[in-house]
């Protein structure tokens, strides 16, 4: 007690202490521990060895830029999917859910009971070429009557929309949970149509919620590589994949090191231009 | 051992010892100055506990107690107890959780591991100087290893290595979906077959079946029959022919019947068919795999307490044991004896005791090729293009 007294400019800092700790020695520093393995050169054989080797970084966009394409799309087709699915949903949930809210939105929380592994592996029963869903696709013809769904980038995208669908939805869910409703009803006294409204109130101030959600799904969904493992073909395989298998097949650390650099600079190029696009004050409403 | 062998330290070790990056020479240095390993390996006193990791469901089980027998027999017949675990779920992952530690010199605080050979992983490790040498005096039963496992390329005196279990790697179909598929160019050609066939993901399942289709020998790879392999492989996945490169989660859309065929393992058929009877599995008429799991002991492991637990496995009867729970191969001779007086239908079933002539059709993948990074490089980049 005395001593918080007498030093109360070191309060904040302490309170920070844990957080901070957490983050340097589990963030921070592995990082480093990463950033130092990027720059090595040799082999798995001979040991490796630290020579600021930046042909890793150039090796690693050179060799696998379509990997890292592939993935930077797939990660922002599921976010919009994720997003524009949410969107309505949380809505509802939010304005018209009533006294059901707590349970709905156990609803959308209740398939992560189930580890990761196993929900994806149930959509590859979901897709599966002789399930309900190809059926019923080949017979409106949208798929022709050999066609599937597994083993194709549909198949990769849909299930990383409905992995980090919670991610999305929970984010937006409480942006609009907090809309004072008496704004929108204003809106509207003052003669403005229901989608104005929206458009004028309703949607600026869920900002912050979609900003994080995308912000939540976009990144993980980007290094993601269980769903293109499991409902892809060889050909739809992402980055994450190549960094699993130069990490553990070919135990080539200092390549797979280097990969998951230029992934994470280029996640935070995207999401820099987006904060820029959206304004970074939406960001904390 | 406790210092990181850097590749100065390497050449001044090889250069020391009279060999210029030979191989006996990178052993050497591999091996390391460690005088704590040979203070296991001598000690012919058993350690109270024997820490032993293996793979899921992969020893006997008492279906009430949920114990195992035959790990209770041995705590009765030796005073020891196990200490058993299965975290093992994959070479790959194994391996880069103990790697980190052992490259380090520290014990990994397991006697026992068990590692496939048909990954790159136990060649690496006894070149890597990881593992220990079985105390053989101490493995009377070795003279019970099934003379088709005892000279691996790449432990050809199993100086290191001894057979937990092993597997055949083949072609299985649905008999209701495809006319039997029996060979591999049946499997990469057939137009019948487009996008409704997978392979495995590992390089040392797959390129068996292929090399043995080309007419090359599996367990000695050049160049040329590997260039030959891999274009089998890249015009099967460039037409579309082959739908994906799996793991064991080939399983579920071979018996839902998306897949009509596929590179498989014996002993995941074995349990399949029991869901699914139209599944029928076959070593290709060129030849297929096999691979086998085997008991290795890392650096500071105890030696003596290891191989005590090893000959007691060797034991025909234990060994049976284990086999009518496990259904892979059993590396025992004897056992299939032992078997047939306690469960004759699990001592027939030729994926169990396959016969002489399917050993001798199934090859193991040449070790250097497993090691080989351009080879290594080429399979990654083929199967996640």
Known sequence: ?285 | MTDVLTRRDLLRRAAASGAFLTVPGVLAACGGSSSKSSSSGSDHTLAKTLHFSNWPLYIDVDEKTKKHPTLDMFTKKTGVSVQYVEDINDNATFFGKIQGPLSRGQSIDRDIIVMTDNSRYPSLLIKKGWVEKLDKSAIPNFKNLEPALQHPNWDSNRDYSLPWQSGLTGIAYNEKLTDPVLTVPDLLDNPKLKGKITLLQGMGDTMPLIFAANGDDPEKVTDASWERAIKVVKKAVDSGQIRQFTGNDYSGPLAKGDLSACVAWSGDVVQLQADNKHLKWNLPKEGGGIWTDNMLIPKGGNVYTASVYMNFVYEPHIAALIEDYVNYICPVKGAKQELEKIDPSVANNTLIFPTNAMLDNAHNFDAAALNNEKYITEWQNLISS
């Open chain 1, 1 to 285: 007690m005395g001593f918080l007294h007498r030093h109360q400019n070191l309060t904040p800092y302490l309170l920070l202490a844990p957080g901070l700790l957490y983050l340097g020695l589990f963030f921070v520093v592995p990082l480093g521990f990463l950033a130092y393995q990027s720059l090595e050169s040799g082999s798995f054989d001979v040991g490796y060895a630290f020579t600021w080797a930046w042909g890793n970084y150039w090796d690693a966009i050179q060799n696998y830029r379509g990997h890292f394409i592939r993935s930077l799309e797939y990660a922002a087709i599921a976010t919009l999917l994720a997003l524009l699915f949410s969107y309505p949903l949380a809505y509802w949930i939010a304005f018209r859910g009533g006294r059901w809210k707590n349970l709905l939105l156990l609803f959308i929380v209740a398939p992560f009971f189930v580890t990761y592994l196993i929900r994806t592996l149930a959509w590859e029963t979901i897709l599966a070429d002789q399930g309900l869903v190809v059926r019923v696709l080949r017979d409106v013809g949208i798929l022709g009557h050999d066609g599937r769904l597994l083993a194709t980038s549909t198949a990769v995208v849909a299930g990383i929309t409905y992995n980090f669908f919670p991610f999305m939805a929970l984010p937006v869910y409480v942006s609009l949970e907090q809309i004072d409703e008496r704004l929108i009803e204003a809106a509207q006294d003052l003669y403005a149509s229901r989608w104005k409204a929206f458009i004028r109130v309703t949607l600026p101030l869920s900002l912050p919620g979609v900003v994080a959600g995308t912000l939540l799904t976009f990144i993980p969904a980007a290094g993601d590589f269980i769903n293109a493992q499991l409902l892809g073909s060889p050909k739809n395989h992402m980055i994450g994949n190549v960094i699993q298998s130069k990490f553990l097949e070919l135990t080539d650390y200092p390549a797979a090191a280097a990969m998951s650099f230029v992934l994470m600079a280029a996640i935070l190029l995207m999401v820099a231009v987006y904060a820029r696009a959206v304004g970074t004050e939406k960001l904390t409403g």
